[in-house]
């Protein structure tokens, strides 16, 4: 068993100014399971999909792939999709990624 407090999480700076991720597991796949917290305005370039992904926004507005997703909502890929993500307010999104998301866009 795996288990996380959220007063426990730690919050770390990724190389895209505006946006921190709290890993919560990794698999065996190379893929991860994460909170993502994005600052207004942020974007995350676009990535590839070598396996399939899961995100669910647990507060804010993010724009996945041209998709608009708000607090509640969820979204699937599939391997092989590529897509970028941006946010129009102050967000954090769960993300489950299967297989590692190799960087597309230079």
Known sequence: MLKSHAFERQWLPTDYEGIERSVLR???GGGRTSLVRL???SRFPRHAHMGSEEVL???GTVVIGGATLAAGDYLYTEAGEEH?????????I????Q????IVEK
């Open 99 to 102: 297989k590692q998301t190799p």
């Open 39 to 41: 600052a207004a305005g």
């Open 84 to 92: 970028d993500v941006q946010a129009l307010e102050n967000a954090v």
């Open 57 to 59: 926004v647990i507060e």
């Open 26 to 28: 990794l698999n065996d």
């Open 94 to 97: 769960y993300v489950a990624s």
